[in-house]
């Protein structure tokens, strides 16, 4: 498995979230990385892309809410998930490969169900 997502769950309105992705080494190393998420019945859509330099990308309707993060050492990416609203109930996806230009790269892991329900 090259990506392994992780840390969905039930959360309240208001509560936080932390998501979790491990990539392989070879991977991780060269590859921006970056979140998405699908509510049912709804297209695919970026939340967070971090790049290897640095430079992040946040869907309009998480900035300042959502955090990602990438820990070189341990080949993983996050996603911080705080003032979590019900709106952002879906399946996280983490990619690799994801460039401002091209959107998702052609890496992806195994959905991670968020549901966010008083």
């Known amino acids: 498995v090259q990506l392994q997502a992780s840390g969905g769950g039930l959360v309240q309105p208001g509560g936080s979230l932390r998501l979790s992705c491990a990539a392989s080494?070879?991977?991780?190393?060269?590859?921006?990385m970056a979140w998405y998420r699908q509510a049912p019945g709804k297209e695919r859509e970026l939340v967070a892309a971090?790049?290897?330099?640095?430079?992040?990308n946040y869907a309009d309707s998480v900035k300042g809410r959502f955090t990602i993060s990438r820990d070189n050492a341990k080949n993983t990416v996050t996603l911080q998930m705080n003032n979590i609203k019900p709106d952002d109930t879906a399946a996280y996806y983490c990619?690799?490969?994801?460039?401002?230009?091209?959107?998702?790269?052609?890496?992806w892991g195994q959905g991670t169900q968020v549901t966010v329900s008083s």
């Open positions: 990619n690799a490969g994801w460039s401002l230009t091209y959107g998702a790269g052609g890496y």
């Open positions: 080494q070879s991977i991780f190393r060269v590859n921006a």
């Open positions: 971090l790049t290897t330099g640095g430079s992040t």
